[in-house]
Each structure stands twice: as structure tokens, then as C-alpha cells.
């Protein structure tokens, strides 16, 4: 693919988040829109092979579709809509989802016309180019996967799963810190003992247990997609003495493992305790299951581990997170939504020096 490796799209976009945080000297801001762009810029440059600039028209246009569709994807009628397809006909939430999708995928199609007048197949670029050139091998397969309808299909999915989950799941981590200042210096102090001014790897988390085990616990804490994504069965299955029809509406409750007492010992508090062993080294856990699990386990996995290590804790390098002049605590009840996302707030960086 393109000549940067994806952990050098992510510092890049980083270096441009921690200028943005700059620019507000320790006032007080709202991060929502900030860490969606960064985020959805990062899916960008894998994508199609450029960056937006922050104030491109089409960029922010593409991302109020995504905001608004998830969170018009937690409306009644939507839900009702896709337990009951047939009333598909019906005014609603659900029809501007699809209208939503509609533009989404003419901007996509347009997107990929471009990437294939450009394309060379020695020198590809972004995921677009990689995807069109095998699209050309596999020209007389009429079985390929490898189609236009995949391939917006595929792009869609990228930014819609891979840019509000890690966005959320970031600003998460701020609120709690802001909320926890031990916290926030014991991941500091370790910043400063392994990497000093030195910038952040993905690599490095071996060496920073303690950071390592509060990213883990921002994301057990956070729970943002309680409900997984919802599957049907594609056979009739047999588990664990159930009988479970083909065509069954399955619902994983990730909040079963995420806060079971049995592996958590204080599951709904923020401890990241829960993830050090008692001589302070990383304790992976079998319960930890963010991203779910088995072959429908989350596409973007690493991709989004990479990004919440490099991106939080370069911002803990950079700034002190502090509640706002006269605000005395922070709300960590989630708001209600496709994902659970902190309730409106804001927040202050404190450049360190
Ligand atoms: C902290 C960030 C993220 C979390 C917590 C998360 C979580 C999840 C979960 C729980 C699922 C459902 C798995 C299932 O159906 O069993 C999922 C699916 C998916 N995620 Fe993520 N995700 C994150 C970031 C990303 C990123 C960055 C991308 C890609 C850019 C991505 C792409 C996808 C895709 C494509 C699917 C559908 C996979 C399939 O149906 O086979 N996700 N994610």
C-alpha cells in the first residue's frame, strides 16, 4: 500500500490533534467534533490515500452523515424497523438513515471513479487502489468478491464502525482522567520514565504496564457498545444444550463479560488495578471483550489499539487534563445512543511543560 505505514497515518493525525488542543491555552473546549475528525481522518488516509483538512466542506458533510445516522440508529422506529422490515414504508427515522446511506455511497462511488482514472498498480496508495487492482485480476471470476457493491460496502463500514468507537472510547479516557488525577500523574510519571519527550510507538506498551492497564479500563469502564452488533443466525444451532432455529435475532451482551464480578473485582468501578497483577506487570484478561469475540470479532481491532495507545498517551505527554474553572466533578453516567458516549461536557488541556 502507500509509501507510510498505518502507525505513522496515526502519529501524523496526532501531531495535528495535539495543535488543535494547543490553540485553546487551557480554556475550556468541546472535544466531540475535534476527536471525530481526527479519527474519521485517520480511516481517510487509509481509505483513499489523502487527509481532509479539517474545514473541507465534503469532509465535514461526511461526517454529520455518520454522526447523525448513528445516532438516529438508536431511535425506536429504527429498532422497530429492523425487527419488522415491512414497515420499511412508514415516515421515520429509519428512512433518513437510508437517505444517509444513499449520499454516503454517490460520494463513495464518485471517490473510487477518480481512484481507478489515477490507478497504477505499481504504486498503490490507499485501500481504494488495492482493492480496484485486484478487482482487475479477478475480472473473469464471476464469483469474485471483489465487486463495486463490496467495495462501498466495505468503505461505508470502515467509517461508520471505525470512527465514532474509537472517538468515544478517547474521549472517554480525557473525562475519566480529568476525573481521577492520581490517576492521570501515575501515567504520567511512567510517560516520563520510558519515553521522556520521545514519541509514543505502539510498541512501547510492553514497557508501560500501567498505562497499558488504564487504556484497557477506559474501555471495560466506557462498555460503549453494550449490545455488540446484532446477528442472526445463519443455520440452525445447537449450543450449550439450546436449541437456536436458523433466521434467530441474536443479541451478545458484552456487558455480561465486561462486568462480571467473577474476573472483575470491582466491575463498576474506574480501577485499573483490575488489569496489574500485584507486582505491577499487565494482566491480560480472558473477560476483556471490547471488541467481542469469534469470526465476527471487530474488523478494525488493531487498528483501533493502535490508535486509543498512540493517541492517549501522546496527549498525556503533551497535556493535563482539568475540569473546567468552577465545575467540581465529572458525570460519567453515559448518554443514550448506538454507542454509550459520555453526556455532553467539556474540558480543559493544560499544556505541560
Ligand atoms: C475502540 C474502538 C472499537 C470498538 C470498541 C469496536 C467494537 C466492535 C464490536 C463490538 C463489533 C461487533 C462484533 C460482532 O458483531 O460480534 C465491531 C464490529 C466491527 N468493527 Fe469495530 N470497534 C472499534 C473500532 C473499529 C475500527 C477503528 C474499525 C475500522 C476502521 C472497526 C471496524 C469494524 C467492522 C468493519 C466491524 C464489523 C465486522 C463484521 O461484521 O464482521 N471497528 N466493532
Not at 509509501?3 to 485553546?24: A, G, P
Not at 469502564?221 to 452488533?229: D, G, H, K, R, T
Not at 449450543?239 to 464480578?261: H, M, N, R
Not at 488493531?302 to 490508535?307: I, N, S, V
Amino acid at each position: 500500500m502507500g509509501k507510510s505505514t498505518i502507525e505513522d497515518k496515526i502519529i501524523e493525525e496526532c501531531d495535528c490533534l495535539i495543535q488543535r488542543f494547543e490553540s485553546y491555552k487551557g480554556q475550556q473546549f468541546d472535544n466531540i467534533m475535534i476527536m471525530n475528525a481526527s479519527v474519521a481522518n485517520i480511516i481517510v488516509a487509509i481509505v483513499f490515500g489523502h487527509r481532509f483538512n479539517y474545514n473541507d466542506p465534503i469532509f465535514l458533510r461526511l461526517m454529520s452523515l455518520i454522526n447523525e445516522s448513528l445516532r438516529l440508529l438508536a431511535a425506536p422506529i429504527v429498532l422497530l424497523y429492523n425487527a419488522f422490515p415491512f414497515i420499511g414504508f412508514l415516515p421515520g427515522a429509519h428512512r433518513r438513515v437510508m437517505e444517509n446511506v444513499k449520499e454516503m455511497d454517490a460520494f463513495i462511488t464518485e471517490s473510487f471513479v477518480e481512484h481507478l482514472e489515477k490507478l497504477n498498480a505499481n504504486d498503490q496508495r490507499s485501500l481504494i487502489d488495492t482493492f480496484l487492482v485486484r478487482q482487475k485480476e479477478e475480472k473473469s471470476n464471476p464469483d469474485t468478491y471483489f465487486h463495486d457493491k463490496n467495495l462501498k460496502c466495505v468503505v461505508r463500514n470502515l467509517f461508520t464502525a471505525g470512527m465514532e468507537t474509537t472517538s468515544t472510547s478517547l474521549r472517554w479516557g480525557m473525562l475519566l482522567m480529568m476525573k481521577y488525577p492520581d490517576i492521570q500523574r501515575k501515567v504520567q510519571e511512567e510517560i516520563e520514565r520510558v519515553l521522556g519527550s520521545a514519541q509514543a510507538r505502539y510498541e512501547h506498551r510492553m514497557r508501560m504496564p500501567y498505562t497499558n492497564a488504564v487504556i484497557h479500563e477506559i474501555q471495560r469502564f466506557a462498555n460503549i457498545l453494550p449490545m455488540s452488533i446484532p446477528h442472526e443466525t445463519a443455520t440452525d444451532v445447537t449450543f450449550k444444550g439450546y436449541f437456536i432455529p436458523k433466521g434467530t435475532a441474536i443479541t451478545v451482551l458484552l456487558s455480561s463479560v465486561l462486568q462480571d464480578e467473577a474476573h472483575f473485582e470491582k466491575p463498576n468501578e474506574f480501577y485499573p488495578q483490575h488489569f496489574l497483577d500485584s507486582e505491577g506487570k499487565f494482566l491480560k484478561k480472558e473477560a476483556f471483550m471490547p471488541f467481542s469475540a469469534g469470526r465476527r470479532i471487530c474488523a478494525g481491532e488493531t487498528l483501533a489499539r493502535m490508535e486509543l495507545f498512540i493517541f492517549f498517551t501522546s496527549l498525556l505527554q503533551k497535556f493535563t487534563f482539568r475540569l473546567p474553572p468552577g465545575v467540581t466533578d465529572v458525570d460519567v453516567t453515559p448518554a443514550e445512543g448506538f454507542t454509550l458516549m459520555p453526556n455532553p461536557h467539556m474540558i480543559c488541556a493544560v499544556a505541560r511543560s
